[in-house]
């Protein structure tokens, strides 16, 4: 069970009307704020869902650690030691730290042609009957269970994206969640909107300033497609070994659409991710990615759904872990297909590879048809770094360090190769480099 309750003074009803009377938001956001707190108090008195939360432990978690920095105390000008900031030029940039924001920038022709893309505070205030409809209605909903309620209700800003009906960004853009100050709770939320015929690309960076520094992120992504759209989405979860990282992840494609979805995550002491993908319209596809490298005592978990909600839809999911000396990676993976959607083509696959006698990794694919005419896969495999083909490497003058690296390197290889994205391919390579000790970015 998670330690918080309602009367803890960083989070208890006191300290969340003061929070509240410190945003200048729309009535209608207040109001989404005061029925998720309901909410939040409300399930804070109920067990998780056994089934996605038995095998995560979070009773070393305590949120009394934790508190939200006001403006005048969050770093918003910290510097960073980021994987992806510096390695192309962006469309747009848009920062958040410690929950507070910095300058946004977007390139003007695409503000002329009418995308929106900055920080969600200011966004409110400026085009708030834009996200009204969107915003935490459609896809991340505070009753899903504590978590997204608690960052429902203290969501403290984050990154938007709308782009208009049938406007191309070529370019990809950049977002960056960055925790500075010591004991900070960042609950940054990310919101894409994609009219008909649009297409974007998103590339999404959580940081810390130090190695030593703790903190919390309870965060959310919703990720809304319309007919035709077109959206890549990257998120490369980097924060230090001291960090906890709870978040509520979803994406809807309606009808032809596509979605192409790449997790990573290399950090964090723990983190657990729950992520659904629907595919609401008929045509809609989804190609969902993911990374893991855990190591010393990190725990990283996934609760992954992939559900069906009309015909000819196709989702593919693979996800790939590497854990070593006393980490743990959890993958819990589900396949749905309502009664109407027929004509579905589902997949998922998880695939661990264990690098000490002392980790662990646990994978439970699954499926749910109600259809009849399907096509749905599911596979997990996991096993321990062959020593042969160690030795068969360090016959040809490599050493055990960089032989490793070259079976780790291979062992992820396939996930990839379906990233559309260079820089990201090329950044992923040289970050499992680092966790393995070998040279740095």
């Known amino acids: 069970m998670l330690t918080v309750t309602p009367s803890h003074a960083a989070f208890g009803t006191d300290a969340f009307e003061s929070f509240l009377a410190s945003r200048r938001e729309p009535s209608w956001?207040?109001?989404?704020?005061?029925?998720?707190?309901?909410?939040?108090?409300?399930?804070?008195q109920t067990e998780l869902d056994p089934e996605e939360w038995k095998r995560v432990d979070t009773r070393a978690f305590r949120a009394d650690k934790f508190a939200?920095?006001?403006?005048?105390?969050?770093?918003?000008?910290?510097?960073?030691?980021?994987?992806?900031?510096?390695?192309?030029?962006?469309?747009?940039?848009?920062?958040?730290?410690?929950?507070?924001?910095s300058p946004s920038k977007l390139d003007?022709?695409?503000?002329?042609?009418?995308?929106?893309?900055?920080?969600?505070?200011?966004?409110?205030?400026?085009?708030?009957?834009?996200?009204?409809?969107?915003?935490?209605?459609?896809?991340?909903?505070?009753?899903?269970?504590?978590?997204?309620?608690?960052?429902?209700?203290?969501?403290?800003?984050?990154?938007?994206?709308?782009v208009p009906r049938n406007v191309q960004i070529s370019k990809p853009l950049y977002s960056l969640i960055g925790l500075a100050a010591a004991g900070a709770a960042d609950f940054s939320h990310t919101l894409v909107i994609l009219e008909e015929g649009a297409s974007a690309t998103l590339l999404e960076e959580t940081s810390s300033t130090s190695p030593d520094l703790p903190g919390v992120h309870v965060g959310?992504?919703?990720?809304?497609?319309?007919?035709?759209?077109?959206?890549?989405?990257?998120?490369?979860?980097?924060?230090?070994?001291?960090?906890?990282?709870?978040?509520?992840?979803?994406?809807?494609?309606?009808?032809?659409?596509s979605l192409q979805w790449t997790v990573a995550g290399l950090g964090a002491r723990f983190a657990h991710v729950h992520q659904d993908v629907f595919l609401d319209g008929?045509?809609?596809?989804?190609?969902?990615?993911?990374?893991?490298?855990?190591?010393?005592?990190?725990l990283l978990s996934y609760y992954t759904q992939q559900t069906h909600n009309a015909p000819h839809t196709?989702?593919?999911?693979?996800?790939?872990?590497?854990?070593?000396?006393?980490?743990?990676?959890?993958?819990?993976?589900?396949?749905?297909?309502?009664?109407?959607?027929?004509?579905?083509?589902?997949?998922?696959?998880?695939?661990?590879?264990?690098?000490?006698e002392t980790c662990r990794a646990d994978a439970i694919p699954g499926l749910e048809i109600e259809a009849d005419d399907v096509r749905c896969t599911h596979g997990a495999t996991c096993g321990r770094v062959d020593e042969e083909q160690l030795f068969y490497c360090m016959c040809r003058g490599l050493s055990r360090a960089e032989a490793m690296h070259l079976i780790v390197e291979g062992f992820f290889q396939r996930v990839y190769d379906r990233i559309p994205v260079e820089i990201v391919r090329e950044t992923l390579g040289q970050a499992v480099e680092r966790k393995l000790g070998i040279g740095g970015l």
């Open 29 to 44: 956001m207040s109001d989404l704020r005061r029925g998720a707190f309901e909410t939040y108090r409300e399930l804070l």
């Open 68 to 101: 939200i920095q006001t403006p005048s105390t969050a770093n918003a000008v910290a510097a960073f030691e980021t994987l992806l900031a510096t390695r192309a030029e962006f469309a747009g940039f848009v920062s958040h730290i410690d929950g507070a924001s």
């Open 108 to 162: 003007e022709d695409l503000v002329k042609q009418g995308v929106l893309y900055g920080n969600l505070s200011d966004l409110l205030q400026t085009h708030g009957d834009i996200l009204k409809p969107h915003l935490m209605t459609r896809a991340v909903k505070p009753e899903a269970d504590r978590f997204a309620a608690w960052h429902s209700a203290y969501c403290t800003g984050g990154t938007v994206l709308y």
């Open 220 to 257: 959310a992504v919703e990720l809304l497609l319309a007919p035709r759209s077109n959206l890549c989405y990257v998120q490369l979860q980097n924060w230090n070994d001291k960090v906890w990282h709870f978040a509520h992840q979803v994406g809807r494609v309606d009808a032809s659409a």
């Open 282 to 298: 008929k045509g809609a596809a989804a190609e969902v990615n993911g990374v893991t490298f855990a190591t010393e005592k990190q």
């Open 314 to 356: 196709r989702s593919d999911l693979l996800y790939k872990d590497v854990v070593r000396d006393n980490a743990r990676c959890v993958w819990r993976g589900m396949i749905k297909v309502a009664k109407d959607a027929q004509k579905t083509d589902g997949y998922q696959r998880n695939d661990s590879l264990l690098m000490s």
